[in-house]
């Protein structure tokens, strides 16, 4: 089995976990349980929740279990492009190749499915427990979550990052946003799926180091594809970053500096992960992934 | 003390620990940290978060304890409040006596800022442990806030609330709006109360009993003011109900049954809580009060 096909079995666990975990379309009021499903079934390659899979199984943890924190990590993720492609943020028309959720439903209904689904995502955590986990590390888990999904993560990463456009920004202002906007939900995934399996501190700062290189890549390579990639594949229109003025590494550092940052945040990925073993081999094809991905 | 001070001293505690649990405005980001302060320290009655100190209070434990749990409360509130009023939703331009959270900071940031508030609701609520209770307890008061903010809790009423305006709609309607928009945050504020108190089954569901009725006559009351009420009380225009076309009980019932409706839940209230005795008077002032509030 190749990257892509481990890949797309865990995905597909994610998806079944989805689909049972959020409300059904036809409950009351349906409008906003129809927009929440749109937008989390709508494709994605559900990389955040396939690390905390990934993470446990390396530590030993049976995967099953972790995949209601695996599902909460794509809540969240789902939540934050909601709201980012509103009209009043990035005001995009189109995601995972489809209209947008505010295109579809309405912008009301789009911010309330947003709100819903953050919502849930901490429900579904609260409920780790009956997955046979420790109360005190399921609330370990909720804290880590929180921290990275909140105005000093996730959030702050979107704020400077909306500040910053058609503004010159630093390398560095370029690197907390990315750092805050993707690398912080990364971290948040690799390290649930450690604290689940009962990590050390030691695992938990490697596998941190591996999220956290994993993010600055992600994010380099999305503003090359963004340059250079194929409407069709990404299921987005390319070139949108330069429409919006973005910052953007290339932008930044030229293509070239850029394709060389993101291969030094891949090195820095596989020294990282290297104590554990063949059983970090999906975290290492993940990495490898960044360089040759097309979406 | 009459009951105004009795709520007074409590808004005081929540004030406090929000001010110290909310980032410093200074804090980078600052944009959304400001927004995050200005909206949840612009005022507001605090009543949720007095009903949380207040039921643990009858019940036996110390009010500082759960304090942290009557600040995550406020936040949710407020969070609905700034999602409420902006232009794809509401269109409120004032709250509280002050311009909305999007007129001041714009509707990107208020988007953000209510984002942050709900997630850092979550990550104040999984610290509670902190405060001496058992994580078992706190992740069931997690889980009881996550359903009460959720599409089936207030954000299903607000969706519902939405798809009313200019329609006609039926008492049960109107009532399904308000037991959730309104009455499903002051249920999980008594019930989260009681949680941390170590409440049993019967005590659980007569303070259900009594926040299903609290909630259901403070919206007939805040219709009835929204009528007939003074703006610099209010803090916000009257008559915007009418304007919007929104449904009202005094729209449908009439404002003579609309005020008997009233009438008949603060007698359900007070019947609810009666076992309760002397240690209930906050519960009790409170409910007599939504027959003369001005505010």
Redesign the interface.
């Known amino acids: 089995m190749n990257w892509e096909q481990a890949l797309g079995s865990k995905a597909e666990l994610i998806n079944t976990a989805l689909d049972l975990l959020l409300?059904r379309a036809s409950?009351?009021?349906s409008?906003?349980?129809e927009a929440?499903r749109y937008s989390t079934l709508a494709g994605g390659k559900r990389l955040r929740g396939a690390f905390v899979i990934a993470v446990a199984d390396i530590l030993g943890t049976d995967g099953e279990r972790v995949l209601p924190a695996a599902a909460a990590l794509e809540m969240i993720h789902t939540?934050s492009l909601i709201?980012d492609d509103?009209p009043?943020?990035d005001d995009d028309d189109y995601r995972r190749g489809k209209p947008t959720c505010h295109k579809v439903y309405?912008?009301?209904?789009a911010?309330?499915?947003?709100?819903?689904l953050?919502?849930?995502a901490?429900?579904t955590l609260?409920?780790l427990?009956e997955k046979g986990f420790?109360?005190?590390v399921?609330?370990r888990v909720?804290?880590e979550v929180?921290?990275a999904?909140?105005?000093?993560g996730l959030?702050?990463g979107?704020?400077?990052d909306?500040?910053s456009e058609g503004v010159k920004v630093s390398k560095e202002t370029l690197e907390y946003i990315h750092n805050h906007k993707t690398g912080a939900l990364f971290s948040a995934s690799v390290r649930c799926g450690a604290l689940l399996s009962g990590a050390g501190d030691e695992e938990l700062q490697a596998l941190s180091e591996y999220a956290k290189g994993f993010g600055l890549a992600f994010q380099i390579t999305d503003d090359l594809l963004d340059l250079t990639g194929d409407q069709e594949l990404l299921g987005k229109k390319p070139g949108s970053d330069l429409a919006k003025n973005k910052a953007t590494f290339p932008g930044i550092l030229g293509i070239g500096e850029a394709i060389k940052l993101a291969e030094d945040q891949v090195k820095k990925c596989q020294l990282s992960i290297a104590r554990f073993g063949p059983r970090a081999d999906f975290l290492r094809g993940a990495a490898n992934y960044l360089l040759t991905r097309k979406r």
């Open positions: 409300p409950a009351y009021p409008p906003i349980h929440m939540y709201h509103l009043a943020m309405g912008e009301a209904v911010i309330l499915a947003g709100d819903a953050l919502t849930l901490f429900c609260s409920r427990q420790e109360p005190g399921v609330l909720i804290q929180g921290k999904a909140g105005s000093q959030i702050g979107q704020a400077v909306l500040d």
